[in-house]
């Protein structure tokens, strides 16, 4: 990849793009969901916040969540994660991981 020329940075494809069809690497199974988190981009950026793999963050509703890839569904398209729900065991103390998916 070539990130310093201007003329073909803005056709990157930062996160892998979660469609039926592959005619690009970045469609492949493999890389949509089968590559390590440390392979992975490892960060979004919404504007001046910064969220990173493997950190907790939360959503706008409240909910706290730890990323642990960034998807499209198209090429250019709004940024999803795939994340661990934290929860927490108020009787006990402690926090459970549960899988969700969040944009």
Known sequence: MDWANPKTR??????????????ESYHAGKWVRGIDPELQAPMWADGSKHYYLGELAQLENGDLVVPRCWYHYKSG??????AFKV?????VGTLTFTQATHS
């Open 77 to 82: 398209g709004e940024v999803y994660a795939e």
């Open 10 to 23: 803005a056709h990157l494809e930062l996160y892998p793009i979660r469609t039926s069809s592959v005619s």
């Open 87 to 91: 929860e927490e065991d108020e009787f």
